[in-house]
């Protein structure tokens, strides 16, 4: 089992940055690849990005790389989501979660409860 805590959402302008935070516990192994998603009222939840187990390998959906920036911190259990030039159509609830395989698809297998991002214009 794993489990997720996401943390870091808050209200921001329009143009602001954020760093989302997941902290993760549990048993974890070299496959596993750790995920942002997110999802808008309304729509479907969708792939942000993804990054590897040591960190070396990143996946982008196409509309982030650029503007969003996923890390993590090997030693603390931590994966980090920063987000710049934040738009009021990133608005929504961000979602950190964890497959045993590479995928930009909402079937990951653990999730966390999500943390809200607020963009005002």
Do not use: H
Not at 11 to 17: F, L, R
Not at 79 to 84: G, H, I, R, T
């Amino acid at each position: 089992q794993v489990q997720l805590v996401e943390s870091g959402g808050g209200t921001v302008q329009a143009g602001g940055s954020l760093r989302l935070t997941c902290e993760f516990s549990g048993t974890v192994f070299a496959n596993y690849v750790w995920g942002w998603f997110r999802q808008a009222p309304g729509k479907e939840r969708e792939f942000v990005a993804a990054i590897s187990w040591r960190g070396d390998k990143t996946d982008y959906a196409d509309s982030f790389e650029g503007r969003f920036t996923i890390s993590r911190d090997v030693w603390k259990n931590l994966v980090f989501l920063d987000m710049n030039n934040l738009k009021p159509e990133d608005t929504a609830a961000y979602y950190c979660a964890v497959n045993s395989a590479w995928s930009r698809k909402p079937e990951y297998d653990y999730w966390g409860q999500g943390t809200q991002v607020t963009v005002s214009s």
